[in-house]
């Protein structure tokens, strides 16, 4: 029964609101013991994306991927590769396609369930480096897209990868999209939207089938993800989208031991991101639930700046949870 609740999160009482252990991280953290090295790898299709690595000389490697509309400039992107690197391991930043600092070329972007990126970035990793141990962890929309992966692989997944960890992730995404247009998250959702909007009409040109003016009025995911993702990436719909992209029904399937952590007062996720009956049933997966944390944010007095998601992570691959 792989429900960790003896591993407890005990943040200073300023940290004890969902929204300020969101936002807090964000605003003022900084992660300035990392330096990163830019290679851009062709994917098959033709189209680049942007990987920045942070090496040390180790055999082991991890593989991070970042929330929506993130990059490998994410504060917790960088904190979770520090202190990894300062236990010896290699980290890689893998930069969704469009969100390294200029538009990707093709029409296809990224999206929550979108796998094959992965696919390539890990095949090619291993293929072309001597890497013995390999961890995945996904933040958020990042998170989904490594326990779907984990489970589209199953028994298949390359035997290097030793762990997948998520963290504040919403597994069920039609459910947390009610969650984040909800009044309380007005701020995040605007943002999202917004910037979504942006990367659109930076590649408008490549669009001419999708009537601009409606996704520039959009006031919702679903109008967004129905005019532009869904139908760019092969869905019918955005509920088509949401449904074939949702990790909730691929977790089962997933065959290494895998970390899930969600806050209980993250405000994005929805009641069906708290997978007890999958960690109660399937062995390989261990979930912690911490009363405290928000959307990607744990914070908390550290002496060397570890957030407190950081150091369950590691303590997680090492075996000491």
């Known amino acids: 029964m792989p429900i960790l609740k003896s591993i407890l999160y005990k943040p ?50 991890i593989i991070t991927l970042h929330g929506l509309e993130g990059s490998s400039d994410s504060n917790y992107i960088k904190g979770v590769i520090r202190i990894f690197n300062e236990n010896k391991w290699d980290g890689v930043a893998m930069n969704f396609r469009g969100c390294s600092g200029e538009p990707n070329l093709s029409r296809r972007g990224y999206h929550s369930g979108e796998t094959t990126d992965l696919d390539f970035v890990l095949n090619k990793v291993v293929k072309e480096y001597d890497y013995e141990k390999i961890v995945i962890i996904g933040f958020s929309l990042g998170g989904n897209v490594v326990l779907k992966y984990g489970g589209e692989k199953g028994e298949h997944l390359h035997p290097k990868v030793k762990n997948l960890i998520a963290v504040s992730v919403p597994i069920d995404l039609a459910g947390c999209t009610i969650e984040i247009e909800k009044k309380k998250n007005f701020i995040y959702f605007n943002r999202f939207l917004v910037s979504l909007k942006e990367k659109f009409k930076l590649k408008q040109h490549l669009y001419p089938d999708i009537d601009a003016q409606k996704v520039f009025e959009a006031k919702t995911f679903k109008d967004f993800d129905g005019l532009v993702t869904a139908p760019i990436h092969g869905f019918e719909s955005a509920e088509d989208y949401w449904h074939k992209s949702s990790s909730l029904f691929f977790i089962s399937n997933i065959s290494i031991p895998t970390l899930i952590i969600n806050a209980l007062d993250d405000s994005f996720l929805n009641e069906k991101s708290y997978p007890y009956e999958l960690a109660h049933n399937y062995s390989n997966i261990h979930l912690i639930t911490p009363k405290y944390g928000g959307h990607v944010g744990f914070p908390q007095s550290h002496p060397k700046g570890y957030y407190w998601s950081e150091e369950r992570i590691i303590d997680f691959v090492e075996g000491k949870l």
């Open 12 to 61: 200073p009482f300023y940290f004890r609101s969902g929204h300020i252990s969101t936002i807090y991280p964000s605003l003022f953290r900084k992660v300035n013991q990392v330096t990163f090295e830019r290679k851009r790898w062709t994917t098959p299709d033709g189209d680049f994306l942007d990987l920045d690595w942070s090496k040390t000389g180790s055999k082991n490697l």
